[in-house]
Every structure is written in C-alpha cells, then in structure tokens.
C-alpha cells in the first residue's frame, strides 16, 4: 500500500490559467489492521497512521481492536451531545489530563464538574480583555517585530524553521495580550524545544498503551516529558512573576487573573494555580494558532495563484494602506483560506472523552470506561459531509455554497460549553498576519514534497518546515 504524502502538482506558473482546488499532503487511510501494524511500525506517536478508512464514512463505531474499547463518534448531534455532556457521563478523557497533568495541572483545559465550573467562572472577566479590537494592537506590534527577522532572512538569503518562525509570533502576540510584554527570544525558543519534545514523548500518544492498557490507567510519564514541562512551567513562572512584584500594576490578563476570586470564599488561585491557568491560556493561545498558520504558509508558499487573490483582495480592501482592524472583515479570501486550512488541519485533532458509565448513543452501547474520541480530523473529512473532503478549497466557505456544508460538521474550535473562548481572537488574528505577511514576501519552501502531518497533541508536520522568503 502506497503511504507516501499526497501531493498534486504544484503549479509555479498557474497564475495565467487561475487558481484551482488542489490535495495538500494528508496520511491515505487504510483498512483497521494494516493501519494498527503501520502505527506500531512508525512509532513515533502519530495517531494519525492508526485512523482506519472505515472512520470516514461511519456515524459512530469501534477504532480498530482496543482493550478498554475506542469509539469514533461523527454524527453532528451525537458529537454535541458528546462534548456538551448534559448528564456529566463524558469528562475529558483520563488519557488527556494524565498527560497534561504535569504541564497544566488540574486547570481548565482538562478539569470536569464543578472544578471546572468554578474555574470558569473566575476566568471568564479576564477573558473579556482578549476582545479583538483591544488585541490588534498587540497583534500589529508583534508581526512589525516578526518582520524585522524575516527581513534579515531575505537579505542574507538563510533558510529558517517555519514551525519555530509561527510559534514564535504567535507565542509574541499572546504574551503582549496576556502579560503586558514582549517575548524574549531564550524564552520561545524554550518554550518550542520543550513543548515539541513534550508532544514527542508524552504517554497519551504512545499506541501499545492506547490499545492495551484499561482505562483509567495511570501512564508514568517519561524524564524528558516532566523535564520539558518544569520548563514551560518555569518560563511561564518567570512571566507570572513580574505581575506578582510588590508594586507591580498591570492592566491584562495576567492581572485579572491573579485578581479573581470564587464565590466560595473569595480564594484566590494560588501561584501553582496561576501557572496551571495562564500556563493555558499562553500554550492555547500560542501553539494551535502557529499550528495552523504554518500549515497556512506551507500551502500558500506552494499556490502562487491564490496568493496572487490574496494579494489582488487585500490592496482592493485596504486601497494600498495598512492593514488595520475595519479591514479584517472585508478580508473574505484570507479569512476563508486560514478557515479551510482548520477543516484540513483542525490544530487540535482529537477531542477525548471518556464514559464514566455504561451508557449508549444513539442505540450504539458503550461500556464503562470506553474511550469516546471526537476527532475534527475525522469529521472535516468525512465523506458523508463534505463534497471532495481532501481538497483545498477555501471558497466552500462563501455564503452562496453555504448549503453544501452540513451544520455541526466544522468544528476546529469545538463545540459546547466548552467551545474555545479565543475563537475570534484566532481568526482575527491569523487573517491579519496571513494578509500581511504574504503581501510583503514571497515565501518558499526548500523541500515540499517531505510535507506530512503527524497527530500528537495537535497537528503538526512530521519534520520542521524549512522556508526562505524575499520581498514580494
């Protein structure tokens, strides 16, 4: 079975005959067995290789062979259902928080029930300061100061790490929203080492465990894995710090963090909660945006007739000037090509849940302990909701081919209660980083043809992409 990444051809000189829909690199399925051996083989955690084609085209079924039993669930109500948990039977999967445990503690990202709630809750006031019109400005300031690097780059004609390049901006971004400052270099490019080893090595990814071990079997992470996340934990301590000095005085979110308090007595969190809660907020925040803008510039780097629609929209929108925030919403292409890159690389591929109980769906029974994943990956790609799922074709999203998209299919940010609270943050964001950066370089790929997605904790190429970029 061939397993190499498919790619169409990429066309330099399209930009005479127009842009047309084209594949970007994805894993072929293959059938539950062949897939299971292909994942033990590959053994680098991408849980990707063990997606069996039988997923694409089912409702809700068994993932291959399990001990604890693993069910795909893709029909839209089921899956809100699912991940709003009405009942409480779904908590987050115990796979997730024992992996994040030692990264992000007890926080929001993977507390159930009424931790959850009051966590919430405290939150939410900080929250409100991620308004985008607020943000922009810190938005603009941190791609001014991206540029000043890749202008070094054009001029010196170095090839640099995409990957790193967009978890450094948008780790740049999220730290002036959220902390008031910059972010040093020694502090990104800690924080990217450590969390890419993270994802690497962490126990939720390991395949023979998530077919062989019951559930709520408590994995031992491995030294590497607790060593990257004391330091994640310490560079965010280090931020966190500068907002607990005496005679500090701060208008963000760090502030509004360290300042809320629960109805249950006025607490406040403590230190190691403060770390847990802006610890996610910074790594959400930061890591599944460059997850997706790298995918955004590998695929665009690659269309220079698109890029040349993008070019043509944004000197019509803007009339030659800067890009500022009335533009944003008039910026349809751009915002359509970062939402079709999220349905073909949604950043966060699998949402895990958990049955605390023996229960069914739909009439499908699972047993207790049964591990329930909701996968974007599988559900923006299923054959039952969207006409040629693999292609890339970012005007699916205009509003006259609305009726082609089948309600609850998309859904990069979640879905429920719980959907993410920096969803329009993201998209703004991304739109104008992608408007503004393309209209300024032309960029390039050294190797395309070694694109391939892996699956951890969020999706991510297989290899750094390595790029150059020149003035446009």
């Given amino acids: 079975m061939n397993d190499a990444p498919v790619m169409e051809e990429v066309a330099h000189s399209a930009g005479a005959a127009g842009w047309q829909p ?60 699912v991940l709003s948990d009405p009942e409480g039977i779904f908590p987050k ?8 445990e030692p990264l992000i503690g007890d926080s929001i990202f993977v507390s159930s029930g009424a931790t959850w709630k009051r966590q919430r809750e405290m939150i939410d006031p900080a929250l409100s300061l991620m308004r985008v019109n607020r943000a922009f400005p810190q938005m603009q300031a941190g791609c001014e100061h991206a540029e000043s690097e ?27 929203t959220v902390f008031t400052t910059t972010l040093q270099t020694r502090t990104a490019h800690d924080v990217f080492d450590a969390f890419t080893e993270f994802e690497r090595r962490v126990a939720q990814v390991e395949i023979k465990r998530l077919i062989w071990d019951k559930a709520w079997t408590k994995a031992p992470q491995k030294a590497p894995v607790l060593e990257a996340c004391a330091v994640i934990r310490a560079r965010i301590g280090e931020l966190l710090d500068t907002h607990l000095a005496a005679g500090a005085s701060f208008d963000d979110i760090a502030q509004q963090v360290i300042e809320a308090r629960d109805d249950l007595g006025g607490k406040a969190f403590t230190r190691e909660e403060l770390i847990d809660q802006l610890g996610v907020l910074f790594l959400a925040g930061h890591e599944t945006s460059a997850s997706a803008l790298t995918w955004v510039f590998a695929i665009l780097a690659t269309q220079p007739a698109l890029v040349a629609r993008l070019r043509a929209e944004v000197e019509e929108v803007t009339g030659g000037g800067p890009i500022e925030f009335h533009h ?24 895990p849940r958990v049955a605390n109980q023996a229960t069914a769906l739909d009439g499908y029974r699972l047993k207790k ?36 998209i089948t309600s609850g299919a998309y859904i990069p940010f979640g879905i429920g209660p719980r959907i993410c609270a920096g969803a329009a943050f993201a998209t703004i964001e991304a739109t104008m980083l992608i408007a503004r ?36």
């Fill in 328 to 351: 944003i919403k008039r910026l349809t292409l751009t915002r359509n090509i970062f939402r079709e890159t999220l349905r073909l690389y949604p950043p966060i591929t699998f949402l």
């Fill in 150 to 176: 890749y202008d070094r780059h054009a001029r010196d004609g170095t090839a640099f790490s995409l990957d790193l390049a967009m978890s450094h901006l948008t780790a740049d971004i999220i730290c002036r």
């Fill in 437 to 472: 950066l393309f209209r300024r370089y032309d960029w390039r790929i050294d190797a395309p043809e070694r694109i391939r997605p892996a699956a951890r904790l969020t999706t991510r190429p297989v290899e750094q992409v390595m790029v150059r970029v020149t003035p446009a």
């Fill in 369 to 404: 302990g049964a591990l329930v994943m909701v996968a974007p990956w599988v559900l923006h790609r299923h054959r039952m909701y969207w006409k040629e799922p693999n292609r890339f074709d970012p005007d699916r999203f205009l509003p006259e081919r609305e009726a082609e």
């Fill in 22 to 81: 084209f594949t970007p690199p994805f894993t072929p399925p293959w059938p539950a067995l062949p897939s299971l051996v292909r994942a033990m083989l590959r053994g680098d955690g991408d849980l990707l290789s063990l997606l069996p084609v039988e997923a694409y085209h089912m409702k809700i079924g068994p993932l291959g062979y399990s001990r604890r039993s693993i069910v795909v669930v893709n029909d839209p109500p089921l899956v809100r259902h």
């Fill in 93 to 100: 999967s115990d796979l997730m928080v024992h992996a994040l």
